[in-house]
T-cell receptor, first 115, second 115 residues
């Protein structure tokens, strides 16, 4: 079975600081990778995804993530965070061979950005 | 922009009672999912549903749980006899397509508290 680890449970930053949230997964096969974000009181939204090709993917709101296959990692980054980035961030993977697309999530990282 | 909606946003119930959590998926979507997140833990897959049948379920989805699409719009999760450990945030999701490349759109969640 898949396992997804997010190393940071709560990250606190000041505005303009750089962000990196770690995500590692364990699975023997090929996976598709996702980052979701949940703003306070809102639904989970897709931030970015990686299927194949360039391992550096760009998402919405200035976020990007890098897939490093040898490290089984898909870390999320943003060069300069804003107060509005305060949210919970979830890394998720799917077995590429899955016919139904069940997602395996990490525990989530709460990001708090101080103005 | 179409969204997945869930009601209620918060449900409090006594142990042993039945609860029904409701979801309205995006109208042209055909695949439906329930996930849950116990406080401090990972978001976990419960069940997927397509063509009025369960497609896949996890080990968590035991006989106490059932899902139904009673009409053309609602998708419900029923817990027959709630336990304390059922307290969690329950997320509904839907997707237009199946498979590892689909995007699942999530609702805002229902927080279930079992006393």
């Amino acid at each position: 079975a898949q396992s997804v680890s997010q190393h940071n449970h709560h990250v606190i930053l000041s505005e303009a600081a750089s962000l990196e949230l770690g995500c590692n997964y364990s699975y023997g096969g090929t996976v598709n990778l996702f980052w979701y974000v949940q703003y306070p009181g809102q639904h989970l939204q897709l931030l970015l995804k990686y299927f194949s090709g360039d391992p550096l993917v760009k998402g919405i709101k200035g976020f990007e993530a890098e897939f490093i296959k040898s490290k089984f990692s898909f870390n999320l980054r943003k060069p300069s965070v804003q107060w509005s980035d305060t949210a919970e961030y979830f890394c998720a993977v799917k077995d590429r061979g899955s016919t139904l697309g069940r997602l395996y999530f990490g525990r989530g990282t709460q990001l708090t950005v101080w103005p | 922009e179409p969204e997945v909606t869930q009601t209620p946003s918060h449900q409090v119930t006594q142990m042993g009672q039945e609860v029904i959590l409701r979801c309205v998926p995006i109208s042209n979507h055909l695949y439906f999912y329930w996930y849950r997140q116990i406080l401090g833990q990972k978001v976990e897959f419960l069940v997927s549903f397509y063509n009025n049948e369960i497609s896949e379920k996890s080990e968590i989805f035991d006989d106490q749980f059932s899902v139904e699409r009673p009409d053309g719009s609602n998708f419900t999760l029923k817990i027959r006899s709630t336990k304390l450990e059922d307290s969690a945030m329950y997320f509904c999701a839907s997707s237009e397509l199946a498979g590892a490349y689909n995007e699942q759109f999530f609702g805002p969640g229902t927080r279930l508290t079992v006393l």
